[in-house]
């Protein structure tokens, strides 16, 4: 396992880390850092224009490593599957303006009143299967992240890296591959053999950090820690993407309100000392 830290050159710092940052703020607080990318959420972006985004990352210096999120993938009735579709071919569009190769998918959760979860991850692979060629089109590859299965019924009714390549590996791995996000992994056994496996398909498309804190606060989902904060060994998992081949940037991606309480410009520069720590 390597102990020496990652230098800031592999660090990107996700946009919901420090949320309570625009735009303009967020690059230039990483230049100031010496922090190189940024992952960018949808939402933000499209407020203050995708093309005006892509143009202000640039000016920066700042590369785009991902785009969040496509993906509400698992409705079972037939328009809200149309619009659902229409909107992660946006978002592949908005994905490759904004420079960026990788658009991390949340698959959606159970419909109301379902039980079926093989049903629902299904149709996942059904949308994959429309998706992808548009991906591919745009020079953009289609991240499938699970979430933590307390997200299951809700959000993500993929829960594991083993699930993610099984819907992965029906298509070709520069259309489709996986995310390893460690808030959501940190406690899967299985997750080591199943990087490797994602490694040598050539499926590792994104590595993510958070820290796992306890107790959890009310708003899970919100319950994200600063790195060294909680009970994930990150360099365990940085090992196992190393040996897996991916030498990529390393996006730390934090919801924490306590976080988004402080200066977003104190929080960039901790994000950076804990990743050089930590990471």
């Given at each position: 396992m390597s102990t020496a830290a990652l230098p800031l050159t592999r660090l990107s710092v996700n946009q919901q880390t420090v949320k309570q940052l625009s735009l303009p703020e967020l690059a230039d607080g990483c230049a100031k850092e010496g922090i190189p990318a940024v992952g960018l959420w949808r939402a933000p972006v499209q407020e203050y224009g995708v093309e005006r985004t892509a143009r202000l990352m640039r000016d920066a210096g700042l590369t785009v490593t991902s785009l969040c999120r496509g993906g509400f993938l698992t409705d079972t009735e037939e328009a809200a599957r149309a619009r659902a579709l229409d909107d992660n071919r946006a978002a592949i569009d908005e994905a490759a303006a904004l420079g960026t190769d990788t658009l991390v998918l949340v698959s959606g959760?159970?419909?109301?009143?379902?039980?079926?979860?093989?049903?629902?991850?299904?149709?996942?692979?059904?949308?994959?299967?429309v998706l992808g060629p548009h991906a591919e089109e745009r020079g953009v590859r289609l991240a499938v992240e699970p979430l933590h299965p307390m997200f299951a019924a809700d959000r993500c009714v993929v829960s594991t890296l083993g699930q993610a390549l099984d819907l992965a590996e029906r298509f070709p791995a520069h259309q489709v591959g996986v995310v390893v996000d460690t808030y959501h992994v940190w406690w899967d056994d299985q997750a080591p053999a199943q990087i490797a496996r994602a490694g040598r398909g050539g499926r590792l498309h994104a590595f993510q950090l958070a820290d796992w804190i306890t107790p959890l606060p009310a708003g899970v989902l919100l319950g994200r820690g600063q790195l060294g904060d909680g009970s994930v060994d990150f360099r365990a998992f940085r090992a196992c993407v190393e040996d897996a081949g991916y030498d990529g940037p390393v996006e730390v991606e934090i919801f924490n309100e306590a976080l988004w309480a402080r200066d977003g410009a104190e929080v960039l520069r901790e994000t950076a000392e804990r990743f050089t720590a930590y990471a």
């Open positions: 959760g159970l419909p109301p009143g379902s039980r079926d979860l093989a049903g629902a991850r299904e149709r996942v692979a059904e949308a994959l299967a």
